[in-house]
């Protein structure tokens, strides 16, 4: 039997195949599929007609079409076509040429992403970037992996969407205009914690922009997430006119983002270790300090009681005892600290667990406070707010511990006429307190650190205001403790509120309770607020 004819069996093949199919005989097309309308944009009636220019369309010469058929398999581009490969054979008779196109850009991206990925975690290996130096190479390996116009990492507070580091890598001599699509591709990604593409279109405009809607290109934002929580994005983007993208682009993008979880995660252990190794050498530092001063004043007074002790009036020796107990005072405070937090890093305290009454448990507080703040005009209010459970479930020296901490931080950030609030409200089966207070603030980027050990804020170490930085590393290793939380939230030159929460009920698998009110008292009166200290 003959073989069919070339045209016969492109019929045949142009429905068994996604790829685009071309016929020529004497230099010109008569057939092009559907495919190959497709891929190139041009309908087989123009492709077919006489005068269609061929070479331009595929982006070779005359002569090097002639050859194809010849010719190994070979790659071409062209223009605004992806990466082809191109097989030809010719016709028994040699009349007819069948030129062959597969689309192989998806195969050469992956390829290419893949080794651009292998590379990167091959960098990481050898290096220990700084957390500038990893972010600008995540940003150009996104965009190398995504064939993109530009690429941007994002991170973010975890659990927010409060964003502290943005890096982007463009087309070397490009500036397009990312801005926007960062914007709106980081938001979708981040608040779903799921990878959002779109073509180019109008979003509405999210992070830092006036309400409305922002006309982008096609972009990509894939989320980082590590421990179960989104900590930034890794976008890419296009202009207006560029490509959009595709599950391809998705796959390699989130490929890479769980490659920079682990890197940031690395570089932010490392950063931290350093950190409070820095915390450490300095609150040694200010320890020394803090506790040589008291330790001079006392031998000083000692020296004066000493030699003119005979000579001094009963006012000055009242006023030198006073001083030098005031020093010991000093010294005592820095040793329990000190002995409190090393007991708290080898194990967990075992708590004496007890029911006490909020209200005795506030008025105690206020009452020991009320001299020493009351000499420097600072108002305290407190308060047990509507609602909020009468006792709580804690160790009571453990308790106290916590409040005195969190009042002697408020204490010596707060001015004269300043105010701080000592607060009981509900917070579910716990007891939140919560100590307000309008001092000067803590910076949002010192925020997260604050209840880390040998922590200070970089306003304690300018203003050289005493202390070791432990005070509420032990406020949070107390809560935890107990199974309660802490939390912070700050405004600088506005104050700072901390709190922390205790369990109302004892915990099931308590055995050893003691009751420390046989009998809650029974308050006349909702605990309202009240003033106690100076106006």
């Known amino acids: 039997m003959e073989k069919p004819p070339v045209r016969t069996q492109l019929g045949e093949l142009s429905w068994a195949t996604q790829d685009g199919v071309a016929v020529l005989s004497g230099g010109r097309v008569i057939a092009w599929n559907s495919a190959a309308e497709r891929i190139f944009g041009v309908p087989a009636s123009i492709a077919t007609a006489p ?11 005359s002569s090097r079409i002639a050859v194809i058929a010849d010719s190994p398999p070979g790659i071409i581009e062209p223009p605004g076509c992806g990466v082809l490969q191109v097989t030809g054979w010719r016709s028994e008779d040699g009349a007819e040429t069948v ?98 593409r779109a073509e180019k279109g109008r979003l509405p405009s999210v992070i830092g922009e006036d309400e409305g809607v922002l006309v982008i290109g096609p972009y990509l934002a894939v ?14 983007g296009n202009d207006g006119t560029g490509r959009a993208f595709d599950g391809t682009d998705d796959s390699l993008l989130a490929d890479l983002a769980a490659h920079a979880a682990s890197a940031i995660a690395a570089v932010a252990d490392e950063t931290r270790r350093h950190e409070s190794e820095d915390r450490r050498r300095d609150a040694i530092a200010a320890a020394r300090h803090d506790i040589a001063n008291p330790l001079a004043a006392g031998r000083g007074y000692v020296q004066i009681l000493q030699r003119r002790y005979a000579d ?81 479930s804690a160790d009571p020296e ?113 055995a050893d309770r003691e009751v420390a009110h046989s009998q809650v008292p029974e308050p006349s009166r909702v605990y309202e607020d009240r003033q106690v200290g100076s106006a």
């Open 51 to 61: 005068g269609f220019d061929l070479p331009s369309v595929l982006g070779l010469s």
């Open 312 to 392: 001094m009036t009963s006012e000055q020796r009242v006023r030198a005892l006073g001083a030098l107990a005031s020093s010991f005072e000093r010294l005592e405070e820095y040793s329990h600290r000190l002995l409190l937090d090393e007991r708290l890093e080898v194990s967990a305290p075992a708590l004496r667990w007890t029911q006490i009454a909020v209200d005795d448990f506030l008025d105690a507080v206020a009452q020991d406070i009320e001299a020493s703040l009351s000499a420097r005009g600072i108002t305290v209010v407190v308060r047990r707010r509507e609602g909020c459970s009468r006792t709580l």
């Open 223 to 236: 989320p980082i997430r590590t421990h179960g929580q989104t900590i930034g994005a890794l976008v890419a």
């Open 398 to 510: 453990l308790l106290r511990e916590v409040v005195d901490n969190l009042m002697s931080n408020a204490a010596k950030f707060t001015s004269k006429d300043g105010e701080i609030r000592l607060i009981a409200a509900r917070d579910q089966r716990h007891v939140r307190i919560e100590v307000i207070d309008t001092g000067v603030g803590i910076p949002l980027e010192e925020q997260a650190s604050v209840f880390e050990r040998h922590t200070r804020t970089r306003q304690s170490r300018r203003d050289a205001v005493p202390g070791m930085g432990l005070g509420l590393s032990i406020v949070r290793r107390i809560a935890e403790a107990h199974g309660g939380t802490v939390g912070v939230r700050s405004q600088p030159g506005h104050g700072t509120a901390v709190w922390v929460t205790f369990p109302v009920e004892f915990p099931p698998d308590v």
């Open 99 to 196: 030129l062959h196109f597969a689309d192989v850009s998806r195969s050469r991206r992956i390829e290419s992403g893949l080794r651009e990925l292998n590379g990167f975690a091959g960098r990481l290996l050898r290096q220990r970037p700084s957390l500038d130096d990893l972010l600008a190479q995540l940003s150009a390996c996104a965009r190398t992996v995504a064939d993109s116009a530009f690429a941007a990492v994002i991170l973010v507070l975890p659990g927010t969407m409060t964003v502290t580091h943005v890096t982007v890598d463009t087309v070397p001599g490009a500036e397009p205009d990312f801005a926007p699509v960062v914007d709106a591709a980081v938001s979708e990604s981040l608040v779903a914690g799921l990878s959002v």
